[in-house]
């Protein structure tokens, strides 16, 4: 068997990457490659992976670039290529682009092919600072991820898009009844409570949508980081609820580990910032809203699953939630074209040969 070491950005909690590691780990050639798993620190994914039957690691991997991290990074490198010497690995995969340097280091003393993904869409400085040049492959999640890439000028050929999957066999839509409007109607929005997840957006557009006099729930569902910052953040995206007197309107779940259940409670689910649950909700049989940024473009078949449409202004937003309310019909139609699109566009499976060609790729080449 091939041995692969996987690089992943977190221990400690599991979203929307971590999720797509361990579709990805879990689901691989078992006859083909064995993989290990190196996490930064402890915590629910690391032993969520256990619990798999993956070997996995704890290794702090302290930010390359910064100069206090200097002796630590070292260390790490160095643990981190014995890791490597050990185990035999054949190939390195970091499901964070920031990780990059490590992977170059471990290419400077073990002659293997290392692949990043990217699951955001970088600057020319971040390409730069994250050493793209000297990586041998690059999974992005989309073509919006990609073209900066390529814009910054590596080489297209070793750029591969491959979309986020989904188990769809954990999330899958509820019998369908044809509601009145006089049902709950609930719209969501899931992730991190923070400034890239645009909650305070959210708020903004469920103010609009209750001024037009409808009865709509608002769910929040996350968390902030126990952070100042992310304190912060969330406070004024509460004080805005309060600003707006949305307080029965608008409702926050918190984190949650049941995200199938949750996601089956909505009617609709609007993301601000792209992401994994896309595919969730959609698996799940229900219409996405989002805005044109990252992989939402890719994933949403606009006008047929949901809509792609401008944050600015955010009343486009409030009028298709609108309108989904006042056609139960349209809102179960796109509903059910989610789930079909989902099945052959998001499965585990394809997702994973994919991956899987990737590699045959990079190591016939060493």
Request: glycine share 6%; aromatic share 8%; with cysteine.
């Amino acid at each position: 068997m091939i041995p692969i070491l996987y690089l992943s950005h977190s221990g400690s909690i599991i979203g929307g990457g971590e999720k797509q590691l361990f579709y990805l780990v879990t689901h691989l050639d078992k006859n083909t490659y064995q993989p290990f798993v190196v996490c930064p620190d402890e915590g629910v994914f690391a032993q969520h992976l256990r619990d798999a039957n993956i070997p996995t690691f704890v290794l702090n991997l302290p930010q390359w670039r910064k100069m206090r991290n200097l002796f630590t990074r070292q260390n790490a490198a160095t643990k981190l290529v014995h890791l490597t010497k050990k185990h035999k690995i054949q190939l390195i995969h970091t499901s964070d682009s920031w990780m990059n340097p490590y992977l170059c280091h471990v290419k400077q003393h073990v002659n293997i092919p290392v692949i990043s993904h990217v699951r955001n869409i970088l600057t020319p400085t971040q390409i730069k600072k994250y050493s793209f040049n000297h990586i041998d492959h690059i999974i992005a999640i989309s073509d919006q991820s990609k073209i900066p890439l390529i814009y910054s000028g590596l080489d297209s050929e070793k750029i591969d898009v491959i979309l986020n999957c989904v188990d769809l066999t954990q999330y899958k839509p509820t019998p369908v009844k044809l509601q009145t409007k006089s049902s709950l109607f609930v719209v969501g929005l899931v992730g991190r409570i923070e400034p890239f997840k645009n909650q305070k957006t959210f708020i903004e557009i469920a103010s609009h949508v209750i001024k037009q006099g409808r009865n709509i729930r608002f769910h929040i569902i996350g968390s902030a980081l126990n952070t100042p910052r992310h304190k912060a953040y969330e406070q004024e995206v509460r004080q805005l609820v309060t600003k707006y007197k949305l307080e029965d309107a608008v409702h926050f779940l918190g984190h949650r580990n049941d995200m199938p259940n949750v996601l089956q409670d909505l009617d609709v689910l609007v993301t601000l910032s792209a992401g994994s649950v896309i595919a969730e909700a959609m698996a799940s049989g229900k219409p996405v809203i989002g805005t044109p940024i990252g992989s939402t473009t890719d994933m949403i078949v606009d006008g047929v699953t949901g809509w792609v449409i401008p944050i600015d202004p955010s009343e486009g937003i409030a009028d298709r939630i609108i309108q989904l309310y006042d056609n139960r019909e349209l809102c179960i139609q796109m509903g059910t074209a989610a789930r079909k699109h989902a099945e052959t566009t998001f499965s585990i499976k394809e997702h994973v040969n994919m991956v899987q060609d990737v590699y045959k790729k990079l190591l016939n080449q060493f």
